[in-house]
């Protein structure tokens, strides 16, 4: 396209607002919207769709019901109006433009999780490279690419971190539907996507909506281990094993077992979707999977150092809380498998960790496993903890090896180990 049009654009403008196009302009921004479609591979897009920057009215009244009945997870940009208003977020905003990279789904020759080598596992969404990265990288090759085109276009970009709903902007803007597992669901990638965006003062014309649905499956709702789907397309996310793996605090008791072996979020909504059949996407050179640390040895997490650490997870997105729930997890998972080799380990976060929440996890896991060696380990411990929390568990791991065996409510679907 003849981008010497552009300049009769850019004479019309006013402190960078994009005024109403003179005759041809509307044909020109659909021409320069259609390129940069087809310029998104390159710029290593899989998936880019336009959205209006109109305010996002019927999101704001759902925000506030979401918060009204406590299901936020304390994760989300806590202005309403700042999520729902991209004008606040770039004065003269005119189009959003949404990004989607797809990432792989399934791991090249996974380890053996076995008997005395146990394993946990990462969310497929934190296996590669950290997505912020990856994602900004993207955006910011795009914004170099448009800029080229309208060297006086303003734009925010943001991924995740910033103030808009990604998946409110991805579902306006035609990269997928909303789901009833909340994901955004494309029809090319499943929902193995991450999303992006970048709000512009540009007049792209706006893309429609996917017309594909869940139509009448409920295979997510029913195998949420947590019941934490409790409508279609509506999360409690107190309840979502995702969100508990990232807390550093106390796990209650109820949500133990629900963790299974998951070190960090939960992929069991995404898995049992039909929509993601055969949907393993593995061409983005930096979300290739290192099966070692996403589906990683257990026990030598419980001491893994800080340095060490930050060597191995710190390029991923698991790293963003810090060690502590990753450990504190790998604790729970060892005592879900109830594996005696784990004892002797356990024990030693028992009785020599500094943190209270990860002596009375590793409390919990011995009265899973149960056993002599266990026993003497919690009874030793009872002399010496201070906590008083990490005191209740301790006690609560001795009444439940005090009772008869089988006599234990086993009501947790086991198929939470992965
Ligand atoms: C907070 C947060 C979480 C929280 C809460 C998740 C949630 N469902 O609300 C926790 C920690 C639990 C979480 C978990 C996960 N997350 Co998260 N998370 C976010 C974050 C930061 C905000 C989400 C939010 O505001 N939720 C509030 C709800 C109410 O709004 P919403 O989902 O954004 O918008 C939808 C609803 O409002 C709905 N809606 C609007 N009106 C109405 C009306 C009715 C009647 C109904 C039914 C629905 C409805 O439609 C909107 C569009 O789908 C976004 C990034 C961002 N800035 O948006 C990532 C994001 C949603 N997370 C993402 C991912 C990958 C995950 C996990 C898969 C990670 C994992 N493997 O563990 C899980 C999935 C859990 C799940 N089933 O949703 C991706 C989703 C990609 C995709 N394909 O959809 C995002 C977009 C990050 C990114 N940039 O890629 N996450
Ligand atoms: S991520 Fe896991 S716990 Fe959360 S809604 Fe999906 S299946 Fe349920
Ligand atoms: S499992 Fe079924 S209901 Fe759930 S998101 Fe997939 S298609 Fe929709």
């Given at each position: 396209m ?8 850019a004479d ?9 196009p003179?005759e041809g302009?509307?044909?020109?921004w659909?021409k320069l919207?259609?390129e ?6 390159q ?5 880019i ?5 109109a305010p ?6 759902r925000l506030i ?6 299901y936020e997870?304390?994760?989300e940009e806590?202005?309403?109006d700042k ?7 770039l004065?003269?905003a005119?189009s959003?433009i949404?990004?989607?990279i ?9 380890p053996?999780s076995e008997p005395?080598?146990?394993?946990g596992?990462?969310?497929?969404s934190a ?24 060297p006086e276009?303003?734009?925010e970009?943001m ?9 409110a902007?991805a579902?306006?803007a035609?990269?997928?539907?909303s789901?009833k597992?909340?994901s955004?669901?494309?029809?090319e990638?499943?929902s193995?996507?991450y999303?992006?965006?970048m ?8 893309d429609k ?9 409920t295979?997510c709702?029913?195998a ?9 397309g ?11 793996t ?13 963790i299974?072996?998951?070190?960090y ?8 979707c039909p929509a993601?059949?055969?949907?393993n ?5 930096e979300?290739?999977?290192?099966p070692?640390?996403?589906k990683p040895l257990?026990v ?5 150092g ?20 990753i ?6 998972a060892?005592?879900t498998f109830?594996?005696?080799?784990a004892?002797?380990?356990?024990e030693?976060v028992l009785l020599?960790?500094?943190r ?5 996890t ?7 496993i ?5 026993e003497?380990a919690l ?14 568990y301790?006690?609560r ?5 005090a ?8 009501t947790?679907k086991?198929s939470?180990?992965?």
């Amino acid at each position: 396209m003849d981008h010497r049009r552009h300049q009769d654009i850019a004479d019309n403008q006013d402190a960078g607002v994009i005024a109403a196009p003179p005759e041809g302009a509307a044909d020109y921004w659909a021409k320069l919207k259609e390129e940069m479609k087809a310029a998104a591979p390159q710029l290593g897009i899989d998936k880019i769709g336009v959205a209006s920057a109109a305010p996002f009215a019927e999101l704001k009244q759902r925000l506030i019901r979401h918060r009204e009945l406590g299901y936020e997870s304390g994760f989300e940009e806590p202005d309403l109006d700042k999520r729902t208003t991209p004008e606040l977020l770039l004065p003269g905003a005119q189009s959003i433009i949404a990004i989607a990279i797809a990432y792989p789904s399934k791991l090249p020759n996974p380890p053996k999780s076995e008997p005395g080598a146990r394993r946990g596992i990462m969310a497929r969404s934190a296996w590669g490279e950290d997505y912020h990265t990856v994602l900004r990288d993207r955006l910011a090759k795009l914004e170099t690419w448009l800029r080229e085109r309208v060297p006086e276009m303003r734009a925010e970009s943001m991924v995740d971190t910033g103030e808009l709903s990604d998946r409110a902007v991805a579902e306006r803007a035609g990269i997928g539907w909303s789901a009833k597992n909340c994901s955004i669901i494309s029809p090319e990638f499943g929902s193995w996507i991450y999303l992006g965006e970048m709000i512009t003062n540009l007049p792209l014309p706006p893309d429609k909506p996917v017309t594909e649905s869940c139509g009448e499956c409920t295979k997510c709702i029913d195998a949420c281990p947590t019941g934490a789907l409790v409508g279609p397309g509506q999360l409690n996310a107190q309840r979502c094993v995702s969100f508990i793996t990232q807390t550093k605090d106390w796990v209650p008791e109820e949500f133990m077992k629900k963790i299974g072996n998951r070190l960090y979020g939960c992929d069991t909504c995404q898995t049992v979707c039909p929509a993601n059949r055969g949907k393993n996407f593995t061409h983005q050179p930096e979300l290739q999977p290192d099966p070692e640390l996403a589906k990683p040895l257990l026990v030598p997490l419980l001491t893994i150092g800080n340095r060490e650490f930050k060597e191995r997870y710190g390029r991923t997105s698991s790293a963003w809380r810090g060690k502590k729930p990753i450990q504190r997890n790998a604790v729970i998972a060892l005592g879900t498998f109830k594996d005696k080799s784990a004892v002797p380990h356990l024990e030693g976060v028992l009785l020599t960790d500094p943190r209270p929440v990860l002596r009375g996890t590793a409390a919990w896991s011995l009265g899973q496993i149960g056993g002599e060696e266990a026993e003497a380990a919690l009874r030793k411990a009872l002399q010496t903890e201070t906590d008083e929390e990490a005191v209740r568990y301790i006690e609560r791991a001795l009444e439940r090896l005090a009772e008869p065996e089988g006599a234990a409510p086993e009501t947790e679907k086991t198929s939470s180990l992965q």
